[in-house]
């Protein structure tokens, strides 16, 4: 029998895309249940073409299920994924909840799907939408070379933070749109008022801050960055800094990367091992113009790579830019991504608990 899939926060961003790529992708499973808050119980959605009614959160919602994803708040998850564990399911959650628990692998089906099968508490993380937008691409890189350093400089999209996000985006560019904003300090942040969930205007800006404040002046996206590629690439020491910065786009994360390997690089063998690594696409050709921005790569699977430069005072380091769509690789993709390599893993019989 096919197993029993349930997607829990099917109606928000990351659930509306998820529903998208299961009716897109080889269709492993038997039932696709959904799962949303009361409010949203009732509604109809459309799955692999046909509608499906939203049920309620609760205990029995579990019932049967086989692989549970979770695409809510992280209290949500922090309540719910052993819940779902605790009635015979593999909780797949993309919240913040797990992620550093060292009881939950953080997996990246490219990097490190053999994490996937070690999951003491029946749960495995999904990775932010920061790292994932580039880990693909720098994980085919430190298996060739052997990562020693990060300095990550992150342009986040608004999609990010939710719908909230995207809808206070659009409402500010409809704000600014054919006037003379822009010329005049504040001049934004008086005609936008509310900001939303940003801490500044979105529109014609740059807004060095996402995420929640840290300690020692660190957001909580930075930290994630560092804390979350190291447990992924099994590098706990691994150097790593991170700025990140939210940018007036709405889907697809970029950052600007400063690796630095054990071993001396050349351009040529990085574009070779990024050309033939699964997940990543090499768009690196600026005598043509030929790199990837956030408005070719959005509503794509891949990890786009260009940019691709030896830093001119160090051999062993690389500069590159890479754009990933933070809605589906950087979420959705992702995280069914391993509802597969775990339903694989089911049906061979081989549940390590
Ligand atoms: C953001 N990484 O871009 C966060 C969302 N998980 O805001």
């Not at 942040?189 to 529109?203: C, I, S, Y």
């Not at 660190?218 to 994630?224: A, D, F, H, R």
Request: aromatic residues 4%.
């Amino acid at each position: 029998d096919k197993p029993t899939l349930a997607v829990v926060g099917a109606t928000g961003a990351v659930g509306t895309v998820m529903l998208s790529i299961l009716s897109e992708r080889a269709d492993i499973w038997g039932e696709i249940r959904l799962i949303a808050s009361p409010r949203s119980a009732g509604r109809k959605l459309t799955v692999r073409g046909e509608q499906v009614e939203v049920v309620a959160l609760s205990e029995e919602a579990f019932e049967g299920v086989d692989v549970a994803m979770f695409d809510v708040p992280d209290e949500v998850s922090a309540q719910w994924a052993p819940i779902a564990a605790s009635k015979g399911a593999v909780a797949v959650d993309n919240s913040g909840a797990f992620r550093m628990d060292p009881d939950v692998p953080l997996v990246v089906p490219e990097v490190n799907a053999h994490a996937a099968r070690v999951r003491p508490r029946g749960i495995i993380a999904n990775p932010n939408c920061t790292t994932l937008s580039m880990i693909v691409a720098m994980g085919a890189l430190h298996a060739e070379f052997g990562l020693s350093e990060m300095i990550v400089s992150s342009y986040q999209a608004v999609s990010g933070a939710g719908k909230d996000g995207i809808d206070a985006l659009r409402e500010q560019i409809a704000l600014v749109a054919g006037t003379e904003l822009g010329t005049h300090p504040g001049d934004v942040r008086r005609a936008v008022g509310d900001t939303g969930p940003f801490p500044a205007p979105m529109a014609l800006n740059v807004v060095p801050f996402a995420g929640s404040l840290k300690e020692d002046g660190w957001s909580s996206e930075e930290l994630k960055v560092r804390n979350e590629s190291r447990k992924i690439l099994g590098l706990p020491e691994l150097r790593v800094t991170a700025t990140c910065v939210r940018v007036p786009v709405i889907t697809t994360h970029s950052l600007a990367v400063h690796a630095r390997f054990e071993n001396e690089v050349t351009v040529e063998a990085a574009h070779e091992i990024l050309a033939g690594a699964p997940g990543v696409v090499l768009c690196d050709n600026p005598a043509e113009g030929e790199f990837p921005t956030p408005a070719d790569a959005v509503g794509t699977d891949p990890t786009w790579v260009g940019r691709v430069r030896r830093s001119l005072d160090d051999p062993k380091a690389l500069e590159l830019f890479v754009c990933g769509d933070n809605l589906r690789k950087g979420a959705a993709l992702n995280t069914a991504q391993i509802a597969e390599v775990v339903a694989a893993e089911l049906a061979g019989g081989a549940a390590a608990r």
